[in-house]
């Protein structure tokens, strides 16, 4: 697990796994951007630059969750998926560290869109 640089914040995405839109990926976007990707069982990290976020999944629908990103502070995001009429929905929430931390140490972590690797 990284640790929070000075001049940064460090936010966490997670899905649990779940059997429940198991086949469903999607992509994680900060402000517009791609910055990762969730699926059942993974997480990933981003080192975020202090300041506001929104981040958002989308499939047939759209879920966001609004951060103000404070340096040296850690926040959780909180990924799942409900069902939709064509396709599961996104559903993105924050989460409390403790909540958090159980999950992550289950999960694997996602491999970066477009690179092949971690």
């Known amino acids: 697990m990284p640790t929070v ?6 936010v966490y995405f997670y899905r649990e796994s779940s059997f429940k ?6 992509d994680i976007r900060d402000n517009g951007s791609v ?3 969730l699926q059942s ?5 981003e080192n975020a630059t202090p300041g506001p976020h929104t981040y958002s999944a989308k499939t047939e629908a759209t879920s966001e969750v609004s951060l103000n990103v ?5 926040y959780y995001v909180k990924g799942s998926i409900t069902f939709g009429f064509v396709a599961g929905h996104p559903k993105l929430e924050i989460a409390n560290e403790a909540d ?4 992550l140490s289950k999960l694997d972590y996602a491999v ?3 690179t092949g690797v971690n």
């Open 21 to 26: 839109g198991a086949g469903i990926q999607y």
């Open 100 to 103: 958090a931390q159980a999950a």
């Open 41 to 45: 069982g993974t997480y990933f990290y």
């Open 35 to 37: 910055i990762g990707a």
């Open 70 to 74: 404070e340096a040296g502070k850690t």
């Open 112 to 114: 970066k869109p477009g």
């Open 5 to 10: 640089q000075p001049d940064k914040g460090l």
